[in-house]
């Protein structure tokens, strides 16, 4: 029996490339652009992918009260345990490139008002939004990262809103 060829491959050989190409694609579309890997590292971006659960706390950025804070931050009260849509949503924006502007560096004073800790087994890793500079705090414990979010700040005001409601 003969084989066919199809550009010069068997079709075997095609279905295995196909296979192959298109199983690489969507790991890459599972994983972030590289651009924030490299910014908060594979540790954080690992917990931001696919937390077991994430908290939502409201921050006050001007409280001098640490007794109980996230990243330094007081907190005002804990919202109940995150609805996963809304996590999800933010995680797909976090390690989104489109949804950061690595060239600047703002000189506001980062500010947070609403805070996000992703767990993931025993890892957790904390996002923090300040909707004053439009920026987000990524930390882990070990390393913090500021970054804008300049152009997603819609998306990101309306997500924060819509988490702050299951608190009411």
């Known amino acids: 029996m003969k084989r066919k060829l199809i550009g010069g491959m068997t ?10 190409m298109f199983g690489n ?3 890459r579309a599972a ?17 931001l992918e696919a937390p077991d659960h994430v908290e939502v706390f409201d921050l006050d ?6 007794s109980y804070g996230l990243s330094g931050f007081p907190i005002v009260k804990k919202i109940d345990q995150l609805d996963e849509e809304i996590w999800s949503e933010i995680s797909a924006l976090v390690l989104d490139d489109k949804s950061h502007v690595f060239e600047i560096q703002k000189k506001c004073r980062f500010r947070p008002n609403i805070g996000f800790r992703y ?5 957790s890793v904390n996002v923090l939004l300040s909707m004053q500079c439009k920026q987000w705090m990524f930390d882990s414990g070990k390393k913090q990262v500021y970054e804008d979010f300049d152009p997603v700040v819609e ?4 997500l924060v809103r819509r988490a702050r409601a299951l608190s009411n």
């Open 11 to 20: 079709l075997a050989g095609l279905v295995t490339s196909a296979l192959l």
């Open 25 to 27: 694609q969507s790991i």
């Open 31 to 47: 994983s972030p652009d590289n651009q924030i890997s490299k910014l908060v590292g594979e540790h954080m971006v690992h917990v």
């Open 61 to 66: 950025p001007l409280s001098k009260d640490l």
């Open 119 to 123: 767990y993931r087994n025993r890892d």
């Open 155 to 158: 998306q990101i005001d309306a």
